[in-house]
């Protein structure tokens, strides 16, 4: 079956990068027919898609308008999975983070990392 | 993208029907086919309950059903039941800019 499994830390500085993993087993980083997606949620920002990697051919990826200047996210083929990169943050993004598969609807997420932005 | 706007609570005993709308734009709701539910129990993840405006995942019982008519999607809970209380957010998908646009959320309480 498809799971998600998510790592990083849980706490980081105000100014400094968030950088998660997800890695995926069941399915591939790869697949034609799937995106690769991260969400967060927090209680004054409710649920706010980041972004996501596809592969048709080539790789696609999209970010969301609240933080295209500051995110990256990068698919690995060699570990089947996808990372997220958060430069400058700020008490604002602290949250739970999520990633997601979609294909039938956002269909498998993992576990959640709350992260929470502090000195 | 603003999010798509749904009632904050929505409440009805068990065996009722309830509604709950999510409305949105002509750049995001009513242009694409691609509106989505998730239920979410505090301290879980969101789970999808329908994908594509109406389709149910294997295994999501048929008392959850999607439609779409113009800028409102709406997910109907019939016969509702104990477990169903839960927090629903609403997806739509839109061709530019933030592809993904999640609906505000609601609480919905089995009296």
Do not use: M
Not at chain 1, 79 to 105: H, I, M, W
Not at chain 2, 10 to 26: A, K, L
Not at chain 2, 42 to 70: C, E, L, M, Q, T
Request: proline share 4%; glycine share 10%.
């Amino acid at each position: 079956q498809i799971q998600l499994q998510q790592s990083g830390p849980g706490l980081v500085k105000p100014s400094q990068t968030l950088s998660l993993t997800c890695a995926i087993s069941g399915d591939s980083v790869s697949s034609n027919s799937a995106a690769w997606n991260w969400i967060r949620q927090s209680p004054s920002r409710g649920l706010e898609w980041l972004g996501r990697a596809y592969y048709r051919s080539k790789w696609y990826i999209d970010y969301g308008l609240s933080v295209r200047s500051r995110v990256v996210i990068n698919p690995d083929t060699s570990k089947n999975q996808v990372s997220l990169l958060l430069n400058s943050v700020t008490p604002e993004d602290t949250a739970v983070y999520y990633c997601a598969r979609v294909r039938f609807g956002f269909d498998y997420w993992g576990q959640g990392t709350l992260v929470t932005v502090s000195s | 993208q603003s999010a798509l706007t749904q009632p904050a609570s929505v409440s009805g005993s068990p065996g009722q029907s309830i509604t709950i709308s999510c409305t949105g734009t002509s750049s995001d709701v009513a242009g694409y086919s691609y509106v989505s539910w998730y239920q979410q129990h505090p301290g879980k993840a969101p789970k999808v309950i329908i994908y594509d405006v109406s389709n149910r995942p294997s295994g999501v019982s048929d008392r959850f059903s999607g439609s779409k008519s113009g800028n409102t999607a709406s997910l109907t809970i019939s016969g509702l039941q104990a477990e169903d209380e839960a927090e629903y957010f609403c997806c739509g998908y839109i061709i530019s800019g933030t592809r993904y646009v999640f609906g505000t959320g609601t609480k919905v309480t089995v009296l």
